[in-house]
T-cell receptor, first 112, second 113 residues
Framework: DQQVKQNSPSLSVQEGRISILNCDYTNSMFDYFLWYKKYPAEGPTFLIS?????DKNEDGRFTVFLNKSAKHLSLHIVPSQPGDSAVYFCAASRINNNDMRFGAGTRLTVKP | DGGITQSPKYLFRKEGQNVTLSCEQN?????MYWYRQDPGQGLRLIYY???????QKGDIAEGYSVSREKKESFPLTVTSAQKNPTAFYLC????????????FGDGTRLSIL
C-alpha cells in the first residue's frame, strides 16, 4: 500500500526559478515529514523536515509546507540551481515509531 | 568523520548463492535499518534493529536475514530464497528509534549473474 505518493516522476525548471515538489499521504497518524535528496549511486541525504504541529519550515533556499487537512506537503526551492538536480524523496513517519514510509521520488532537473 | 559505510558498492550474486552486505556506522546510533530500492518505487523496509541483539522484520523481510551483534554493525544477508534480489540496498541509522532524521549510507547495488 502506497501511503506516501509523489505523483510527478520528474520535473524540469530553469535555473533561478522556483522548483515545487509535491507529496501526498494517506495515513493521518503520520506526524513528522521529511525530504531527502539523492544523487545517483549515493544514499539519500536529509534535506529538511516538518512536524505536524507546524505548517511551514524554512531553511535557506528550501521551504517545506504542510497542509494537514489535504494530507499534502510540498518542497519549494528558490532560487533553483543546477546543483539541485537530483531525485527528491518525501518521507512520512510517526515520531515514536519505526514506521517511516517513502514516496517513489521526483527527479528534478535544473537547466542552466 | 562520522558516517555510515556500506560495502561493497557493487555486488554480483550467482543463482542459489547467499551474499552478505556490510553496514558499519560510527555515529554511536542505537537504531539501524535496511531498505531496498527498486526503480520507480520508494524505499521499502526490510529489517530494523533498535538495539544490539534485537531486530524486527519490516515489510519485505522474506528471503533476507540480519544480525546485530555489535552496536556499530548491522549486516544483511540476501539468501537464495530471495527470488528477485536485484536492487539497490540502503542501510540507515538513527540516534534512537524515536529520534529523526535518519541518515543513510551510500548503498550497495546487487545484481544477479
Amino acid at each position: 500500500d502506497q501511503q506516501v505518493k509523489q505523483n510527478s516522476p520528474s520535473l524540469s525548471v530553469q535555473e533561478g526559478r522556483i522548483s515545487i515538489l509535491n507529496c501526498d499521504y494517506t495515513n493521518s497518524m503520520f506526524d513528522y515529514f521529511l525530504w531527502y535528496k539523492k544523487y545517483p549511486a549515493e544514499g539519500p541525504t536529509f534535506l529538511i523536515s516538518i512536524s505536524s504541529i507546524k505548517d511551514k519550515n524554512e531553511d535557506g533556499r528550501f521551504t517545506v509546507f504542510l497542509n494537514k487537512s489535504a494530507k499534502h506537503l510540498s518542497l519549494h526551492i528558490v532560487p533553483s540551481q543546477p546543483g539541485d538536480s537530483a531525485v527528491y524523496f518525501c518521507a512520512a513517519s510517526r515520531i515514536n515509531n519505526n514506521d517511516m514510509r517513502f514516496g517513489a521520488g521526483t527527479r528534478l532537473t535544473v537547466k542552466p | 568523520d562520522g558516517g555510515i559505510t556500506q560495502s561493497p558498492k557493487y555486488l554480483f550474486r550467482k543463482e542459489g548463492q547467499n551474499v552478505t552486505l556490510s553496514c558499519e556506522q560510527n555515529l554511536n546510533h542505537d537504531a539501524m535499518y535496511w531498505y531496498r530500492q527498486d526503480p520507480g518505487q520508494g524505499l521499502r523496509l526490510i529489517y530494523y534493529s533498535q538495539i544490539v541483539n534485537d531486530f524486527q522484520k519490516g515489510d519485505i523481510a522474506e528471503g533476507y536475514s540480519v544480525s546485530r551483534e555489535k552496536k556499530e554493525s548491522f549486516p544483511l544477508t540476501v539468501t537464495s530464497a530471495q527470488k528477485n534480489p536485484t536492487a539497490f540496498y540502503l542501510c540507515a541509522s538513527r540516534e534512537t528509534a524515536r529520534r529523526l532524521p535518519q541518515h543513510f549510507g551510500d548503498g550497495t547495488r546487487l545484481s544477479i549473474l
